[in-house]
């Protein structure tokens, strides 16, 4: 598509919408396009947004407690008003010619406006398990865009006649795809022909896997080439330290930290990788193909977790540890022997790259720019 189109992204509240949000807007931005976000003013977007350069307008939104019903009216009166602001700045600027919404409830006031005046909208769905939002703007969008093929039964019977659903998968942004192995390595003091295990539970850490990995110090550290790098969130990171205990010489191959600051090079320079099954650790472990044992948290909605999971199990890309086995002999084999056998890992490698997910991207993008012609 030669001609630029202004493209609004609604996208907020966790990094899992957002960062997927910012891939895509990275693709759109490079073919030419005009971008612009819409989120909250006091959630992660309003930071993350500016910072990778794109324009960002604040939405006050709430969303609906089930559990507390009057406040289903407090999200209605915000909902008029964003829907009303909207209305105001597309009148003094220009209507985009295409929106984008990832689940989150500050998308529902940009669909409601597009869907009102004709503008054409794709939603994107991150999880096996649908949100509450996407489910509710799937009947009027152009094309529901889903990272799982598992999700697209959720929405056979809501989108609408002319809607398509299609799996594009899970954007990854440009800093993880393209991150480099060696300069990983470098960052992090892992020599390149050593064997790296990278063990992670989300940016508030896992604690049953760290204990579980406690537990296989002395067995990992057996293993002379092997080194740990091992995220434990910021509340586990002093109670993991003092467990460990590891002298200066144990504390030369395996690392601690309480978080990670640059994921794209710390995955890129992994051999395997110990990790949750969420939507986004799902998508970067498949972008750089990387062999993995994943633990899904088993109190999930919905276990979607666990349904993540098995996208890259059925394809042979990772093996699946149910959470209640971590005490289990199974754990420990399952990931001393993947930590000795490279040959398994690279046909792990292979049938993680067979699944396209570093092309996500790229085809969620191609799926914006149909709308616009098929609106038309």
């Known amino acids: 598509m030669a001609d630029s189109l202004k493209v609004a992204i609604a996208a907020g509240g966790t990094a899992g919408h957002i960062n997927p949000a910012l891939a895509l807007a990275e693709e759109l931005s490079a073919r030419g396009h ?168 989300g940016s508030l850490g896992a604690r049953h896997i760290n204990q579980g990995v406690l537990r296989l110090k002395d067995e990992l550290l057996s293993r002379e080439g092997l080194y740990v790098v091992h995220s434990t969130g910021k509340g586990e990171y002093d109670s993991v330290v003092g467990e460990l205990a590891l002298t200066d010489e144990e504390a030369r191959r395996w690392k601690v930290l309480p978080y990670i600051d640059n994921m794209g090079e710390t995955l890129a320079a992994s051999d395997l990788v110990l990790s949750r099954a969420g939507a986004s650790s799902i998508a970067e472990i498949a972008a750089l193909a990387l062999p993995s044992v994943l633990v899904p948290y088993p109190f999930a909605t919905a276990d979607h977790q666990t349904t993540n999971a098995r996208y890259l199990v059925d394809a042979g890309a990772a093996v699946m540890i149910a959470d209640s086995d971590i005490d289990e002999e199974s754990f420990s084999q399952e990931l001393l022997s993947l930590v000795d056998d490279p040959r398994s890992r690279e046909a792990m490698r292979a049938a993680a790259r067979g699944l396209g997910q570093d092309r996500a991207a790229s085809a969620l993008a191609d799926q914006v720019e149909s709308a616009v012609l098929l609106g038309e």
């Open 34 to 201: 005009e971008l612009s976000f819409f989120g909250q003013p006091t959630r992660l977007e309003s930071s993350l947004v500016p910072q990778a350069g794109f324009a960002f307008q604040p939405i006050d939104v709430t969303g609906f407690d089930r559990s507390r019903p009057w406040t289903l009216l407090s999200a209605l009166w915000r909902m008029w008003r964003a829907e009303h602001a909207l209305d105001r700045l597309f009148s003094r600027q220009g209507a985009p010619d295409v929106a984008v919404g990832f689940g989150a409830y500050v998308e529902l006031p940009l669909m409601r406006w597009c869907h009102a005046h004709g503008v054409p909208f794709v939603i994107h769905e991150q999880n096996s398990v649908p949100g509450l939002a996407n489910k509710t703007s799937a009947g009027q969008a152009a094309c529901v865009c889903v990272s799982l093929p598992v999700a697209i039964d959720a929405f056979r019977d809501r989108v609408g006649a002319h809607t398509q659903i299609v799996v594009t998968g899970n954007p990854v942004r440009r800093s993880v795809i393209s991150a480099s192995r060696s300069q990983g390595r470098l960052a992090l003091g892992i020599p390149e022909d050593a064997d790296m295990l990278l063990v992670f539970g």
